[in-house]
């Protein structure tokens, strides 16, 4: 029995050193530990990277807002001096505050409009059908193919005879007719949704107006969220169309008044670079508040894009 006890407890031993085949992930796993941990590491390391490379730019403008006017473009982070005092200077010598009210005027106004406006033209194309309704459709994705340098003398003839040049109008009143990108990005959406809903509601008796404004906005809301945001930073942003039709300096937009701050004697004029950085600052820092603000929205809209339905 001595002998048989001890046999059995070699056996148990030996086979503790024997992989188990039937659960392989057993055997290996301290191995695919040590490989995630890695994988994991070398993960981080490039996101760390990757960040390091976008977030540079705006600690290097936000630098040189507060260098010297020698020290501006260096690549020194930290001047030999801060100077706080080129934000106040800024704000003395150009009506900032007027530049930024003009600039909200035309952003809430092209944004918004573009999105009513887009959203309309893309639920009829998603919605109605009707004949040559792709071929009416191509040809509202074919203007994107334009240059948008191709538009601006027949743009600026059509505002100056109605008598709108050195207006805000220009800046914003063309979205009222809404964009070829935003009604494609909004009819994917419009076409994911489930045209049940909508015959329901026509059966209660809704008509096409309130089944767009009781039914597809509420349920398309992250990608109208984008279209907005979107045109909220090309209007922000926006300087070439604030040059073509703005000459009164109380007009000027943020953009516009960089650009006359440079090139302006009545304003600067002096090539006083560190006042360009500390404005470029000023615009930014909005967008930047807007897009974590809304970021949820943006990357659900984004990410839903490329829905389609039938």
């Known amino acids: 029995m001595a002998l048989q006890d001890r046999a ?21 796993k301290s191995g695919l530990s040590v490989g995630s ?37 260096s690549n020194d982070l930290i001047g030999s001096e801060l100077r706080f005092d080129n934000y106040t200077r800024l704000f003395a010598m150009a009506p900032m505050l007027r530049w930024t009210w003009n600039s909200l005027i035309v952003t809430f106004l ?20 009707f004949p040559y309704r792709g071929v009416v459709f191509s040809i509202v994705l074919a203007t994107m193919m334009l240059p948008g340098a191709v538009l601006m003398i027949p743009q600026f003839l059509i505002w ?8 805000l109008y220009p800046l914003w009143a063309g979205n009222l007719f809404g964009s070829a990108f ?10 994911s949704l489930p045209r049940e809903l909508f015959e329901a509601a026509n059966v209660d008796g809704a008509g096409y107006f309130r089944m767009w404004r009781s039914v ?3 349920l398309t809301r992250s990608a109208l969220i984008v279209v907005f945001i979107f045109e909220l930073k090309a209007a922000w942003t926006d300087l070439v169309r604030p040059l073509i039709f703005l000459r009164d300096v109380n007009l000027f937009t943020l ?5 006359a701050i440079i090139d302006n004697p009545q304003i600067g004029g002096q090539q006083q670079w560190e006042l360009l950085a500390a404005g470029s600052v000023v615009v930014t820092v909005p967008m930047i508040l807007i897009f974590f603000i809304f970021q ?15």
């Open 37 to 73: 941990i890695m994988m994991r590491v070398v993960f981080v390391a490039m996101l760390l990277g990757a960040t390091a490379l976008f977030v540079y730019p705006l600690i290097w403008l936000l630098s040189a807002s507060l260098k010297p006017p020698a020290e501006v473009f």
């Open 8 to 28: 059995q407890d070699q056996e148990e031993v030996d086979r503790s050193f024997v992989p188990d085949v039937e659960h392989p992930e057993a055997a290996t």
């Open 182 to 191: 935003y009604i494609f990005m909004l009819r994917q959406f419009f076409l």
């Open 160 to 167: 100056d005879k109605l008598g709108f040049n050195n207006t």
């Open 296 to 310: 949820r929205y943006f990357i659900e809209g984004i990410a839903t894009t490329g829905s389609t339905g039938k």
């Open 110 to 129: 092209a944004s918004t409009t573009v999105t009513v406006s887009s959203a309309l033209v893309a639920f009829a194309f998603a919605y109605f059908r």
């Open 255 to 259: 953009p516009r008044g960089l650009k």
């Open 216 to 218: 597809a906005l509420p």
